[in-house]
C-alpha cells in the first residue's frame, strides 16, 4: 500500500494567499454591491509595456513559422536572455557572474521553493521572522523542519531571525549557527532594506560558518536609496556562499507572464562538488525551460525603450508606496518600508491582531491586506499593504482607512 | 557547513538528452559542412497552427491594456482551460472527470518529475524498462531507489518491469508489489501501445495491491487504434488508483510553448488524506501558475479550427512515423511502434550496442537517434527514432539509414 509524504500533513492550513482569496471571494460573493480594493496579494496591475508587448507579438509570428519556430529551449535558457542579465544586473554594477552561471526559469517562486533540494535534508535553516511562506512551507514539504507548534507559530527545527521596530526590521546573525540563510531585500512582508555594509557582515558570516545565503532579491527595482545594493553579488567573497533569485514579476509586471532566474556561481562548492552542477542537474531533469516567447519578454524588458517604460512603471507604484506611507502616517499610523520597496509596514491600530485588522478593513472599508502574522510569529499586530494598485484605489484605499 | 543532498552524487552521468546534445554539437563543430538531421530529442519542427497563434495575439494584447491586464493565474489554471480540457479530453471519451481534478502546468516533464514529491520516500516504485528517463531519476534525487550497479544499469530498490520483442514491449504484473507504478502508453521509448482490456487488468492490479499508477498520456493524439485506451479514466476503478499526466508538446507543438496538465481524481486517497489535497498544496505553494497567455493558446487547441489543425499536424507527423516504419522495415530492418505513436523503435543491426549505432549513424550518415539504452537495460541494441522531423528530412534520414 502507497503512503503519502507525511511532511505534507504537518503543514498548517493552506497557504497563506489561497486563505486570503477564499475569505475575499466569500465577502464579496455575500456583499456584490462593495467594491473592494485590493492591496493584499502582491500583484501588479498595469499593463505590461508597450516594448515587452511588441517583442511578445514578433515572438508569437516568429513561432507561426517552420523557419523561425522554436521548440525546446536550451536547459539554462537563451544565450541572448542570459546575455542580456549578466551585462544589465550585474556587469554593469560590477558584480562578476557569466552567462552560465545564470538559470533561466519562471518564477522566482519555484525558484524559491525548489532550491532548498539539492541540498541535504539535515541541514538546518533559518528564515527571517517575518518571512515570505515559501521558504518554510518549502523546507516543512522536505522533512526539514521538525515539528510544528501550534502556540508560537513555529518549528522545532528552524532558526528564527525576528526582524521587529527594535532592530529595524533587520535580521541579526543568529547564535545557532545555520546551513542555509534565507535573506529577502528590500523585504518581503516589511519593505524593509539592509546596507551594503550590513550585507557584507552576513556574506563574511557565511564564509565563515560555512553556510549559503539564499538572497531573493525579486524587489531590487524598487530601491531608491545608493548604499542597499541591487545584488549579493556586490559584495566581497558572495560568489562562495551566494545563490542569488530574481524575478520579472516585479520590475515588468512578469506576475501572469512568469519569468525569474536564478544564479549559482561555479565557486560556491561543498567539498569538490559545484551546486551549480547540482542545480543544472535539476533543471535538466525536472524542468523544460520557460517559453520562448517569454524569453523574449525578458529580453525587451534590458532594450532601452523596454527599460525607459519600466522606469516609469516602478515610479508609479513608488507613488503609491509614498502616497500609502505619508497618508497613513500622517493619519496617526505606525508605517515603515515604503521608500525601498513596493512594500508598506503597518501596525495594526488599538491592540488589534492581524487578522482582527484583516477582518476589521474587509468589511468596514473593503480594503484588503496581508495580516503579518500569516509571514510569522513576529509579524503579529503587523499588516502588509502593496503599492501595487492603481493609483485612483491606492488614493481611496488610503482614504478609507484613514478613516476607521 | 552545509552539507548537499547526496542522493543527486548518485545519479550516473548526466541527463540522456544533455550528453546527445554534446555528441551532436561536437560533431558538428568538427564537420560545419555536414547536413545533420535530427531524429533523436522528441522536439516538433512544425509551427504552432494559426488558430493557435491567433489566440496568443489576442492574448499579447490583453496583457498591454489595463482593463484586460492578467496578474497570477489561478492555483489551478484558468477556468476557461479546465472547463475545456474536461470536456474535450474527458467527457466526450465517457470519463467522469471534473474541471476541478485538472491542474494546468508548465508540462508534463516538470509534473512527472514532481509528481513523487507527494508520496513517501520509502514507497518502492516500478517502471517499464526502457522508460522515459525523468520518472527514474527524479525518484533517484528523492533517495527512492537504493544503490546503482553500473554494470546492469538498474538501481537496488527499483523494479523493472522489461518491455521487450517477447512480450510486445508491453509489461507483465510484476512479481513484487509495487507503491507507484510509473506507465506511459501510447509509450515512450517504444511506441508500443496497450489494449483497453490490458489497462484495465493494471487498474485492478493497482486498486487490489493499494499501488497509485502514474499514467503517462502525453502521446494520446497518436493513437490510431480504436481499442487502445487515450486516457486511464477510460477503464474502471480508476479514479481510486490513477493519476494521469498530459502534455500539449505533442498534439499541438509546444515544445517551446509549455502547457500540460496534471489529473488526480479526488478519490484517490490514502485513509483520510486525498491526493488532489496534496498535489494542490504542492502547486500552490512551489509553482505559480502558467501564462495566461499561453493557457488561452491551450484553449485554442480546443476550438473548432484548433483541432482541425491540429488534425492535420498530427497526420503530418504520422505520415513520417509510417515512411520510417515501412522503408525501414522494407530495407530488412527489425522495427516497431509508429502506428499509434510518433516514435519507431528500431534493433540495431550486426549486432552493435545502442551506442555503438548512435555514433555509427552520427558519422557515417549524420543521422542523430536516441540510443535505446538510455532509456534502460532492455533498450540496450534498441534505437529510438521520432517522427517529428519535416518530411523531407525524414525522407532523406530513412534514405541514408538504408544506405550504411
Redesign the interface.
Known amino acids: 500500500?502507497?503512503?503519502?509524504?507525511?511532511n505534507?500533513?504537518k503543514?498548517p492550513g493552506?497557504?497563506l494567499?489561497?486563505t486570503i482569496g477564499k475569505k475575499v471571494n466569500a465577502y464579496a460573493a455575500a456583499h456584490p454591491e462593495k467594491k473592494i480594493i485590493r492591496l493584499g496579494?502582491g500583484?501588479?496591475?498595469?499593463?505590461?509595456a508597450?516594448a515587452i508587448?511588441e517583442a511578445?507579438?514578433v515572438a508569437?509570428?516568429e513561432?507561426?513559422?517552420?523557419e523561425t519556430?522554436?521548440?525546446?529551449?536550451p536547459?539554462l535558457g537563451y544565450e541572448f536572455l542570459r546575455n542580456a542579465i549578466a551585462e544589465n544586473d550585474y556587469r554593469s554594477r560590477g558584480c562578476e557572474i557569466a552567462a552560465d552561471e545564470i538559470f533561466i526559469s519562471?518564477?522566482a517562486?519555484?525558484d524559491s521553493?525548489?532550491i532548498q533540494?539539492?541540498?541535504?535534508?539535515?541541514?538546518k535553516i533559518a528564515v527571517c521572522d517575518p518571512v515570505y511562506?515559501?521558504y518554510v512551507?518549502?523546507n516543512v514539504?522536505a522533512g526539514r523542519t521538525g515539528t510544528y507548534n501550534a502556540e508560537t507559530g513555529t518549528w522545532s527545527d528552524v532558526i528564527y531571525m525576528p526582524c521587529v521596530a527594535e532592530n529595524g526590521f533587520a535580521p541579526e546573525l543568529p547564535k545557532e549557527t545555520p546551513?542555509?540563510i534565507y535573506l529577502c531585500f528590500p523585504n518581503n512582508p516589511t519593505g524593509a532594506t539592509i546596507t551594503r555594509t550590513q550585507l557584507q557582515e552576513w556574506v563574511d558570516y557565511a564564509n565563515k560558518?560555512?553556510?549559503?545565503i539564499i538572497y531573493d532579491a525579486a524587489y531590487e527595482a524598487y530601491i531608491s536609496e545608493a548604499d542597499v545594493p541591487h545584488s549579493i553579488y556586490e559584495c566581497e567573497g558572495a560568489r562562495t556562499c551566494a545563490i542569488e533569485l530574481r524575478s520579472f514579476s516585479k520590475n515588468a509586471?512578469f506576475?501572469?507572464?512568469?519569468l525569474g532566474f536564478t544564479v549559482v556561481p561555479k565557486e560556491l562548492k561543498?567539498g569538490d562538488?559545484a551546486?551549480h552542477s547540482?542545480w543544472a542537474?535539476?533543471h535538466?531533469?525536472?524542468?523544460?525551460?520557460?517559453?520562448?516567447?517569454?524569453q523574449r519578454a525578458g529580453e525587451a524588458v534590458y532594450s532601452e525603450a523596454g527599460k525607459a517604460q519600466l522606469k516609469e512603471q516602478v515610479a508609479y507604484y513608488m507613488r503609491n508606496a509614498h502616497y500609502i506611507l505619508n497618508g497613513l502616517r500622517d493619519a496617526g499610523f505606525t508605517v515603515s518600508g515604503g521608500v525601498n520597496a513596493p512594500y508598506i509596514w503597518l501596525k495594526a491600530p488599538k491592540g488589534m491582531t492581524s487578522w482582527e485588522f484583516f477582518d476589521h478593513l474587509l468589511e468596514k472599508v473593503n480594503v484588503v491586506g496581508t495580516p503579518g502574522s500569516g509571514f510569522g510569529p513576529s509579524g503579529e499586530t503587523y499588516f502588509r499593504l502593496t503599492a501595487f494598485g492603481?493609483y485612483e484605489n491606492t488614493v481611496e484605499a488610503v482614504d478609507r482607512i484613514k478613516g476607521i
Open positions: 500500500m502507497f503512503r503519502l509524504n507525511e505534507y500533513l503543514l493552506s497557504y494567499f489561497s496579494i500583484d501588479v496591475t498595469q499593463p505590461l508597450p508587448i511578445m507579438h508569437v509570428d513561432m507561426g513559422k517552420a519556430f522554436h521548440g525546446y529551449a536547459d519562471d518564477g517562486k519555484c521553493g525548489n533540494e539539492i541540498f541535504s535534508t539535515d541541514n511562506p515559501v512551507d518549502s514539504m546551513d542555509l560558518v560555512g553556510a549559503v509586471g506576475t501572469g507572464v512568469r561543498c562538488v551546486l547540482l542537474r535539476r535538466g531533469t525536472k524542468y523544460n525551460g520557460a517559453p520562448y516567447i517569454v492603481s
